[in-house]
């Protein structure tokens, strides 16, 4: 039986959960370390809660290293005795530095959920459902100093259909990773996969997701908002504030559809014409329909159901984007 092929995984997010899956029931795997970032404060107790990759990992009988900086000579020697082959990142969080990037005798390999050289950073889900994109993929790719720069041994390509919600898009993308990430690992130790370099004069960078960045301004065209509610779900959230008799209520629109034929203003509501339907003015003279929404502090509920508790009151939307907190 040939040697197995020895990786140390690193990860945080859902997208790693996969992956992590797949390579530790791989026959031809021995994972000899996993590590993800700390356990923060989630929840309204504020609780020590762990990353998703580390439950996963957890739930695999695994116990992954809680680590608060890959970069510490510490955490460099101990890997160093750990003798990897490949150290696999993906969703990680924190930044490589050289000398984790340049360890004698392993290979550091990223998983990024773009095809690359597009969206490079933070936020290449959130980005491709926003941008309205036909596809996008997962690119396995040789870390260096720079962001996202390094070269790329295998690309995997997902069709889009633009109902895709991130939070389901990046689970889709870590089973595609996972598909191949055996293959294409041994391929990348063995020398049988060549890195290819990107073609700088198409990359695109973007930047980290914050909450600011999901307010709603009902002056911008409907496709821009709908794309919002799917980028944004489930984090930050697109959000708008709705005025009632009651006073001003925040709302995060969970799921939306785009109305042709009505001639409203940015804002404007149609529950008077159409009574149990929430149906607002955007800003090309479209209109969304807006099917599910969670008020501040409830759960997710239907347009009828939040229509129902305001007792036959229409709700008046503003045209301004709500402030974050």
Not at 85 to 109: D, H, T, W, Y
Not at 156 to 179: K, P, Y
Not at 234 to 239: I, Q
Request: with cysteine; glycine share 8%.
């Amino acid at each position: 039986m040939s040697e197995r092929l020895k990786i140390y995984f690193l990860g945080s997010g859902d997208i790693a959960i996969p992956v992590l899956r797949r390579l530790a029931t791989a026959a031809g795997i021995e994972l000899v370390g996993v590590g993800t970032q700390i356990d923060r404060p989630a929840g309204r107790r504020q609780r020590p809660t762990p990353t998703p990759l580390g439950a996963a990992a957890l739930e695999l009988g695994l116990y992954p290293e809680r680590i608060p900086d890959v970069n510490t000579p510490e955490f460099v020697h101990s890997l160093r005795e750990r003798h990897p082959q490949i150290l696999l990142v993906v969703s990680f969080g924190q930044l490589l530095k050289r000398e984790l990037l340049e360890l004698p005798g392993c290979i550091c390999v990223n998983v990024h959920a773009s095809l690359l050289p597009l969206y490079r950073g933070a936020s290449p889900i959130e980005q491709c459902i926003l941008n309205g994109d036909d596809r996008t993929g997962v690119c396995f790719m040789r870390m260096v100093a720079a962001l996202d720069a390094g070269p790329v041994y295998a690309v995997f390509e997902q069709l889009l259909n633009h109902r895709e919600f991130a939070g389901e898009l990046e689970w889709q993308l870590g089973e595609l990773a996972a598909e191949h990430a055996e293959e294409v690992l041994n391929g990348i130790a063995s020398g049988a996969l060549i890195a290819c370099p990107q073609d700088e004069s198409r990359r695109i960078i973007c930047r980290k997701i914050r909450k600011p960045d999901g307010c709603v301004d009902w002056n911008y065209p409907a496709r821009r908002i709908e794309a919002m509610v799917r980028a944004y779900t489930p984090w930050p959230g697109a959000r708008c504030e709705a005025v009632t008799s009651r006073g001003p209520c925040t709302l995060t629109l969970r799921r939306v559809a785009i109305i042709d034929g009505l001639d409203l203003a940015p804002g404007e509501v149609a529950s008077a014409r159409l009574p149990r339907r929430l149906i607002v003015g955007c800003g090309d003279r479209r209109a969304l329909e807006i099917l599910e929404l969670a008020p501040a502090g409830s759960r997710t509920m239907n347009a009828a159901g939040f229509l129902n508790g305001l007792r036959g009151e229409s709700p008046k939307f503003t045209q301004s984007p709500v402030t974050a907190p």
